[in-house]
C-alpha cells in the first residue's frame, strides 16, 4: 500500500529513470525486437514462463514489471533472498483466486537461483497448470543453477550487458530529467562509462553522484575519479566468470594471441583470482597444448609458478605474466596428450595382457626354464643402440599412439621416430 507521504521521499535517478514501456528498455533490443522472442509474445498476448539470465544492471526486473503491464497479468515481485517457502504459498494462493476470477499472475523471481532444488520443485504444479507465468531473474548460468525439471518449462533469455551506445542513451536521459548536462570533460565521460562495466543501474548511479556536484568545472579523469568509486571487477571465483576467464585464458594460449592471453590473465588477477590456481592452468597448458614441441615450455611454467611462490604477490605475477608470454609464443602440439590418451583406452581394453617373456628379469632357475628373458637383445650391444625388438603383450600386436607434429622440437622427435621405424622394419 502506498504511504500518504511516499511520492515526497527522495528517489534514486535510477528508479526515476525506469522505463515505461518495453519500448523504452536499451540495450536489448535482440530479445524485445518485434520479431525478437518477447517482442512476438507480447504481440500475441500469450506468455511464456521465462528465465531471464544477464549480468547486474542489464533490466531484467524492468523487463519482468513491463511484460506483465503489456499482457494484463498482475505483478507478483519475490526476491529469492529474503523469501521462503511461506511467501511462495501466499503467492501461488493468491494467483489461484485471480484465476478464478478469470485475470493471471506474473511471478517474477529475483535471484531464483538462490532457491534450493525442493523450493525450485514446488514451482512446477503452478507453472504447468498457469496458475502463474514464470519469470525468473539470475545472474548464474541457468544450466548448472536451476533444476533441469525447470528450466525444461522455461524458456532462457540471455540478456547482454549494455553496450556504450545504450549506456550513452541512459546518461543522456537523465541530463534531460535533470535539465543539465553532467559536468564531465570528454575524457571523464568516457571514463564514466568504462566504470560503469556494462551495468546501467551503477552508471546512473554514478552519474548521480557527479550531478550532486551541482555547478562545478567540468572534471577530468582525476577528478572523476576523487569523485566517484572504481567499480570491482564483475568476477566470482567459485561461479561461471571464474571458469569463463580460465578457459578464455587457455583458449588464447592455444591460439598463440600473446596479447589475448596477457588481457585475460590481468582480468583473473584484477578479480581476486587467486594466482596458484592461474599457476597451475598454466603448467598444465604446457604439457597439454605445447608439449614436446617446445621441452623447456613445462620448466618455464614449473620456475615461474616457484618464482611465484618465494617473490609473493604482487611482483611474483610478473614471473606468471612471462610464462604466459613464452607459453603463447611457442610452437604448440598435442600430440603427447592424444598420446597418452589413447594408450589409456587401449590398456583398458586389452586388460591384463601379461609383458612378452624375453623382455621379463629371471633373477631364479625356474623362471629362466620358463623362457624368462630368452631371446632378449640388449639395445647397447648393436651397432645402432637399437634392437628393434616388440615389447608389446604378445598378440597385441604394435601400435601407434605417438605422432609428433611437424612443429618445434618434435620435427626432430619425428626423425627419430622415422630412422628406428626403418631399423625395424629392415630384412
Same mark, same amino acid.
Given at each position: 500500500m502506498t504511504g500518504l507521504f511516499e511520492s515526497q521521499a527522495p528517489r534514486p535517478l535510477a528508479d526515476r529513470l525506469r522505463p515505461q514501456s518495453l519500448d523504452e528498455v536499451v540495450g536489448q533490443d535482440h530479445v524485445l525486437g518485434a520479431e525478437a522472442p518477447l517482442g512476438r509474445m507480447v504481440a500475441s498476448g500469450r506468455l511464456a514462463s521465462l528465465v531471464l539470465w544477464g549480468p547486474p544492471g542489464c533490466g531484467k526486473t524492468t523487463i519482468a514489471r513491463l511484460l506483465a503491464e503489456a499482457t494484463t497479468l498482475e505483478f507478483e515481485p519475490l526476491s529469492a533472498v529474503f523469501s521462503g517457502v511461506a511467501d511462495l504459498r501466499k503467492v501461488f494462493e493468491r494467483a489461484k483466486q485471480r484465476r478464478l476470477a478469470g485475470r493471471?499472475?506474473?511471478?517474477?523471481? $529475483? =535471484?531464483?537461483? !538462490?532457491?534450493?532444488?525442493?523450493?525450485?520443485?514446488?514451482?512446477?504444479? #503452478?507453472? =504447468?497448470?498457469?496458475?502463474?507465468?514464470?519469470?525468473?531473474?539470475?545472474?548464474?548460468?541457468? *544450466? +548448472?543453477?536451476?533444476?533441469?525439471?525447470?528450466?525444461? !518449462?522455461?524458456?532462457?533469455?540471455? &540478456?547482454? !550487458?549494455l553496450e556504450e551506445p545504450a549506456l550513452r542513451e541512459l546518461l543522456a536521459r537523465a541530463e534531460a530529467l535533470e535539465g543539465r548536462s553532467l559536468p564531465l570533460a570528454a575524457e571523464a565521460r568516457a571514463a564514466l562509462l568504462a566504470m560503469a562495466d556494462g551495468d546501467g543501474r551503477y552508471l546512473l548511479n554514478l552519474a548521480e553522484e557527479v550531478l550532486s556536484l551541482g555547478a562545478v568545472e567540468p572534471l577530468d579523469s582525476a577528478g572523476l575519479a576523487a569523485v566517484v568509486q572504481k567499480r570491482a571487477p564483475l568476477y566470482d571465483k567459485g561461479q561461471e566468470s571464474h571458469y569463463n576467464l580460465i578457459s578464455a585464458l587457455h583458449k588464447s594460449l592455444r591460439g598463440s594471441d600473446c596479447d589475448a592471453a596477457l588481457y585475460w590473465f590481468a582480468r583473473m588477477l584484477a578479480g581476486g583470482e587467486d594466482p596458484h590456481y592461474i599457476a597451475r592452468r598454466i603448467v598444465r597448458f604446457a604439457v597439454e597444448d605445447v608439449g614436446l614441441a617446445d621441452p623447456d615450455a613445462l620448466t618455464q611454467s614449473i620456475a615461474a609458478w616457484q618464482a611465484f611462490e618465494r617473490i609473493g604477490s604482487p611482483e611474483g605475477e610478473l614471473a606468471l605474466a612471462q610464462a604466459v608470454i613464452y607459453l603463447?609464443?611457442?610452437?604448440?602440439?598435442n600430440a603427447a596428450y592424444k598420446a597418452y590418451g589413447a594408450a589409456r583406452r587401449s590398456a583398458a581394453e586389452s586388460g591384463s595382457l601379461a609383458p612378452p617373456a624375453h623382455i621379463l628379469n629371471a633373477p631364479t632357475g625356474l623362471m629362466r626354464d620358463l623362457g624368462y628373458g630368452k631371446g632378449y637383445s640388449y639395445d647397447h650391444d648393436t651397432p645402432e643402440? +637399437? *634392437? %628393434?625388438? $616388440? #615389447? +608389446?603383450?604378445? %598378440? &597385441? %600386436?604394435?601400435? *601407434?599412439?605417438?605422432?609428433?607434429?611437424?612443429?618445434?622440437?618434435?620435427? =626432430?622427435?619425428?626423425?627419430?621416430?622415422?630412422?628406428? *621405424?626403418k631399423l625395424r622394419n629392415r630384412p
Open positions: 493471471g499472475t506474473l511471478l517474477f523471481v $529475483d =535471484e531464483i537461483h !538462490r532457491f534450493n532444488r525442493a523450493q525450485q520443485d514446488g514451482f512446477l504444479p #503452478y507453472v =504447468e497448470d498457469g496458475t502463474v507465468i514464470l519469470v525468473g531473474a539470475t545472474t548464474e548460468n541457468p *544450466s +548448472f543453477e536451476l533444476n533441469p525439471a525447470l528450466l525444461s !518449462r522455461c524458456q532462457v533469455l540471455v &540478456l547482454k !550487458r603463447a609464443t611457442a610452437p604448440k602440439s643402440a +637399437f *634392437s %628393434g625388438q $616388440d #615389447y +608389446f603383450p604378445e %598378440g &597385441l %600386436g604394435r601400435q *601407434s599412439f605417438y605422432n609428433p607434429v611437424e612443429r618445434g622440437f618434435e620435427r =626432430e622427435i619425428r626423425k627419430r621416430l622415422e630412422y628406428w *621405424s
